[in-house]
């Protein structure tokens, strides 16, 4: 069973420019995760879709967005980089749970895109 | 927003002593996962808690859910070079989607 693949791995950009991050998740998973993870800190939370609707958002400024396409399928995009944008950012997948109350989507992750802003 | 308390930050360790690291919160949680992330990779699930007093062990790791519902904690026996990395708890609530993380403990073991 094939895991959750991230592209690019790496990617380097400068400030100002925009980038889009794939995520495909694992067969069967309908829930796409995508955090940020800066050197030392921990994963700052930035978005989740489920069924192509976005169902929770962190606190990142408008310039990050995201989507999900039909076949679950994720994209990420930041817009007008800056160099604090610099981070590996995590897309994670889990499955179907539309309930709140069915306990927990354990997620699993990618490996990452790792993304530098000159 | 809600937050878990992971202590400790960081542990320097000696190859085979055994660790010990938890995660505290305010809030009561539904749910307790434990994931180590590896240097330049995503993190992995090594256990998931889902029961209030539930010990569940996966090798030498051992993870219990605090019978608060407030905490939990995460034991290594016996540590290896391999255990390196950094080590996350992450809680749900009912009241949430959301995953909430702690900040991570990076364990590091001297040569």
């Known amino acids: 069973k094939a895991g959750v693949t991230q592209t690019p791995r790496y990617l380097i950009k400068t400030r100002g420019q925009q980038v889009t991050l794939s995520c495909s998740p694992i067969?069967?998973?309908?829930?796409v995760s995508w955090y940020q993870q800066t050197p030392g800190q921990g994963l700052q939370f930035l978005f989740e879709y489920f069924s192509e609707t976005q169902r929770n958002k962190g606190n990142f400024p408008g310039r990050f967005s995201g989507r999900q396409f039909s076949n679950s399928r994720s994209e990420m995009n930041v817009s007008t980089l800056e160099l604090g944008d610099s981070a590996l950012y995590l897309c994670?997948?889990?499955?179907?749970?539309?309930?709140?109350?069915?306990?927990?989507?354990?997620?699993?992750f990618g490996a990452g895109s790792r993304l530098t802003v000159l | 927003g809600q937050q878990l308390n992971q202590s400790p930050q960081s542990m320097f360790i000696q190859e085979g002593e055994d660790v010990s690291m938890n995660c505290t919160s305010s809030s009561i949680f539904n749910t307790w996962l434990w994931y180590k992330q590896d240097p330049g990779e995503g993190p992995v699930l090594l256990i998931a808690l889902y029961k209030a007093g539930e010990l569940t062990s996966n090798g030498r790791l051992t993870a219990q859910f605090g019978i608060t519902r407030k905490d939990s904690f995460l034991n290594i026996s016996a540590s290896i070079p391999s255990d390196v990395g950094i080590y996350f708890c992450a809680g749900h609530m009912d009241s949430n989607y959301q995953l909430i993380w702690g900040a991570g403990t990076k364990l590091i073991i001297k040569p």
């Open positions: 994670a997948s889990s499955l179907p749970n539309s309930s709140v109350s069915s306990g927990a989507n354990v997620l699993t």
């Open positions: 067969s069967g998973h309908r829930s």
